[in-house]
Structures are given as C-alpha cells and as structure tokens.
C-alpha cells in the first residue's frame, strides 16, 4: 500500500495565457486532513478540481493510490489522456462535496445516496438502499430519506451531498468550499459532520473559509496566492505565527472581517 | 448527376417580379406591428380592469387563431360588408393585428425582465416612478426586446407568403403562377426557397448589426 | 344562425382532419426534434452540420412554400403517397426543426453543476444523460413544447390552400357559396381557438409543474 494517498507533481494549468496553477507540489498521506486556504483567484478551487480531473491540467502528474489520475506518458514521453472510463473509475474512488451541493433535484435524498453505488459499484438496489439508509443515518438525516432535495434546507442538503460522496466508499474526500454557500447558523451541522470525518481518519483536502475549523480539525494546512503555495505547515502554527507577508496579509483582512 | 443551375438565371426575374410585393408588405408589417404593440401592451398594463381584460382576450384570441384564418376573416368579411379592400390591404391588416399581439406580449416580457430590484434601486434613489420607467427600465427593456422582435421580424417575411391565396402578387405568387405552366416546378421553387432564405438572411444580419451596435449581444 | 347549424357537419368533419393533421405532425415533429437535438449535441461534426443546414433552411423557408412543392413535385415523384400523409410529412419536418432547437435548449439549461456532481460520483455521460440530466430537460421543455404544439395546430390551416380539407378548407369552401364570412370563419377561427388554448392551458399547467417541491 503507497505510503501517499495523493501525490501532486509539478501541477501547472492556463487558461489561456494566463497562468492559475504554478508547479503545484504537495503529498497526502493516507488519513490526513489537509485544509487549504487563500484569497479569490488564488487557485485553490482549481486545484482540488483537478485531483478529479473536473478541471485539466496542462503540466505535471497527480497520483491516486499509486494510479496516474487522467494523464500517463506513453513511451516517447508524450503526455497522453487516459480514457474516459478509466477516469470515472478513478473518480469513483474520491468523494466530492460542492459549494452549491448539487443534489439531483427531481430524486429524494435516498435516490441521491444510492444511484453511484447502483450504476458505478453495481450495488444491488436493495442493498444499495440500505447503505444508503445507513450513510443517511451518519450524517443525521435518517428521518430525511424520502424528502426531495427541494424540502431541505441548505444544511441538510450538504449533508445529504457529503452522505453522496461516502457512499461510494472513497478513499479521499474534497472538499470545495462546503459551507460558503451556507446561512451561518446551518454552517455548524456540516462541519460537525466533517469533524467525524477526520477523527474516523478519512484522507480530506478541504478547500474552506472556515479558519476556527482549520486550526482545530485539520492536520495540515496550505496556504496558496497567484498559483502557488506560500506556506505549509501545521494549522496552529500557520494561524498564529505567520511567517510570510502575504499570509499575514491575508490573515489580517479576516481578523478585520470579524472572522477571526 | 449534374444540375444545371442556368434555370436561376431565368426563373429568378419572373419571381423577382413578386420581391417589391413581400418587401412592400413585410417592413410596413414590421413596423406598424410594432407600434401596434405598444398600444396593446399599454392596455395590458393598465390599471383600469376593463382595459386589461380586452387587451387580454384581444392578445388570446389573435394567438390562438392561425393568420390564414384571420386574412380570411378580414379579406372576405370587409367585402360582405360593403367595404370590400385589397388582398394586400388585408394580409397587411392580418399581419399586423397578429404580430401586433405577439409584440405586445415580447414588450411585457423585456418590462418583467427588468428587475424589480433595479426599480427599486431607482425609487430609493428618489426617483419617482415615471422618471425610474424612463431612465432605468425603458432603456433596458429595449435592449432586451430587439433579439424577439427580430425573431417575430423573420416569421413576418415568411408570412408574407400567405397572402398569394388572396391574390396579392407577391414572390409565391408568382412562384405558384410560373408552376402551373411550366414542368420546371423543382427548379422554381427551389429557387422560390432561396429567394425567401435570401431575404430573411440579409434582414437577421442587419438586426445583428443593430445588435453590435447598441452593444446587446 | 340556420346556415352555421347547417354547415356544423361539415366543419365536425374538417375539424377532426384538422386534429388529426395536427397529432401526426406533432408526433413525428416530437420524434424528430429528439434524434435530431441529440445529434446536434453529441454527433460527429458530419451529423453536426447537417442538422445545422435542415434548421437553418427550415427558419429561413415558409412553411407554404415547402407545402407547395410537395404538392407540385407529387405528380412528377415516384413515390405516391396521400396528400394528407404528404401534409403531415411537410408540417412534421418543418416543426421538427422547432423541436429540435426546444429540446437542444432544454438539455443545455441543465445546470453545469448536475453534470459534474455525476461525474463527481464515477458515471459516464451516457448514464449521466439517462439518470439525472434527459429527466430535468424533459421538465425544463414542457411549456416550450406546448408552444411548439400549437404553432403546429395553427400551421395545419396551410393545407387548406393546397386543398386538403380541413376546417379551414371547409369553412372557405362554405363561404365561397353561401358569402357568410363572418359567422363561417368565425366559427373556423373558434375551433382553433379552442384547441390552441387548451393546449396553452395545459402548458401553463405544466410550468408550476417545474419545481420539484415533491
């Protein structure tokens, strides 16, 4: 078993000239929370994308477990994209949670839980209800099987999407920014969800806003500006003694926020 | 199998006789559609339930009814009625009662469109309500009608052609006239199809410069 | 008021050929516009372009004009074929391409987000059209095929010129004899008005019918 769970190497993408990902380098162990932090436009949304091929990357290599994701090198070298049914199997392996949770509107939250499990894992139906009965029950919404996406609030709805995600048995988890679309007072019900997460000893890379959760919970912290990761390093250390300008910077216009 | 396009060079001037015709009547349709349009959709509006109640019906009925039957209604009933007028006069008529309504309903749609926020945004700047329809929505409500009404313009030059079954001599007329006495109809109505492809090509690419211009789409 | 009793079975009889015309049309515009927005979307760029040359003959070339063509080429065609059948062939191919474009649209009005939360999850864009997207384009298209549908009503009044009898046909023909414009057509102009708002009822019906509440 590969001592990392996700390996990015010299990760770079354009649109068109312009460059958002600048040589990305980082390893995750397996069971690690990674969190990763930054302004708008820095290019955190885009890397998670990229961990599951969401969004192409021109340079570089990720690694799942081992497995190229998206791209190999064939014998000359050249860059060469495998096939699409290869990366959906690969994406099958991680979970993804979205900032607009993106429930299928016309199932009930069971539907959602169970159809990955039914057309991917070719779960039997029965089977794949019960699991997903059980996911639902994880997340706290074992009453909410039968509701439609459309009589949830927003919290339930993102919590239904992460039960989605566990569904299918990933080996790691992204998260994009889970709880910025959130009223503040449904924020918490997610992030206790992802807390257990952790604890349970999940492989997460949280791409989040939410500092108190990051300094608390997560393992590693990486923080990105213009393509490029400035700083890493443990949570606490990163919040409280910043070492780069553009961190302090960044940090100060929370704090001024009254986020911190 | 070879075609011999020479036939364009002889069956196109018999039915460019009938072009001037389609022209004549298709932008008089236009524009007075347009127009009409806006008187309707006024009494759409209105705040006075009578008003609003015919212009509604009006709008339905003329919706619901195909043109055909409406050129029909006008070109015989005005004869019976002892004011007997012109096929042309009454697929002009049709077309503009039609389209009118169609209008109407494009207006009321690119007024919603506006938001309610923007208007508010106006009032709360001080504005009062007439001002905030003049300077903030009527500017935009325009810019969101223009791609619809071109749409509409389009089915007005294809309807045209309806009226060659009241004996006005425009393109399908003629068209229609060069078939009965010739063999030749695959050649005359293909090129019948790219005089009609010609027209409505060169009047979406006007609307699309109109478009650039007033910086739409 | 006697001669629209009068008349009222022939008109019966050129109303049900006017639904009829109406219904097969629709039926094959339906089928048509299907295939044809799926190719549109997913085809190979030859099956691209040529759905791209069906639909921009077809906006740019009235609807009598195809009508009478079918009607002059049938003498000189091999193939005999009913001129009612003919009818529904020309108004079916011409709404086809007004089909097309409603459920192009509706499929691409399914928000980016469905398609990469499906993918998200592992399933490949054929199951992802047959599990989450085609079920909220069909949703999304309602109103718009409704409106396509009338259009199509309206548009079998055509074949009235090239002498099939419908209402429209029928209530000429009655005219023509009896000079009774007004009642005759106007009798003409309800039937179709009964139809077309039905069916717009129906459609406005399905549009409350697009959220998913449960």
Known sequence: ?????????GVSKWYGDHQVLKSISTDMKRGEALVVIGPSGSGKTTLLRCINLLDDFQEGEIRIGGEAMGYTLDAAGKRVRRSETEIARMRAKLGMVFQSFNLFPHMSALKNVAL????????????????????????????KADAMPGQLSGGQQQRVAIARALAMKPTAML???????LDPELVAEVLDVMRQLVQEGMTMVIVTHEMSFAQAFAHRAIFMAAGEIVEQGEPAALFQDPQSRRLQAFLDRFKQGYKL | MSIDF????????????????TIWLALPAMLLAALWGVVVVMGLLSRSRPLAAISRSYVEVVRNTPVLVQMFFIFFGSGYAGYPVSGFVAGLLALVLQNGAYAAEIYRGGIRAVTQRLAEAGLALGLTPRRVFRIVVLPLAVRKVIPPLANQGVLIIKDTSLVATISVAELTFHARLLADRTAAVFEIFFTLALF???????????????ERRLRIA | MDLLLHSLPLLARGTITTVYLSAAAVV???????????????GGIVLRALVEVYLYVVRGVPLL?????????????????????????????????????????????????????????????????????????????GPPFINTCVMVVKGTSLVAIIGLADVTYVGKQIVERTLAPFEIFGAVALVYFVICFALSRVGRYLEGRVNYAS
């Open chain 1, 116 to 143: 990955g499990p039914i057309r991917v894992l070719h779960t039997p139906p029965k089977e794949a209800a019960e699991q997903a009965r059980a996911m639902l029950a994880r997340v706290g919404l074992a009453d």
């Open chain 2, 196 to 210: 009609y492809l010609a027209l409505t090509a060169v009047f979406s690419g006007g609307m699309r410069l109109l």
């Open chain 2, 6 to 21: 020479s036939f364009l060079t002889r069956v196109a001037p018999i039915l460019a006789e009938g072009l001037s015709t």
């Open chain 3, 65 to 141: 004009v195809l009508l009478f063509a079918m009607y002059y080429a049938l003498p000189y065609a091999n193939v005999r074929i009913e001129p009612v059948t003919g009818g529904i062939l020309v108004i079916g191919i011409y709404f086809g391409a007004f089909m097309t474009e409603v459920f192009r649209a509706a499929v691409l009005s399914v928000p980016k987000g469905q398609w990469e939360a499906a993918r998200a999850v592992g399933l490949t864009t054929p199951w992802i059209l047959r599990d989450v997207v085609l079920a909220q384009a069909v949703r999304m298209a």
């Open chain 1, 175 to 181: 998260f994009d920014e889970v709880t910025s679309a």
């Open chain 1, 1 to 9: 078993m590969p001592a990392n769970e996700i390996e990015i190497r």
């Open chain 3, 28 to 42: 094959l515009a339906t089928v048509l516009g299907i295939v044809l927005a799926l190719l549109q979307l997913y």
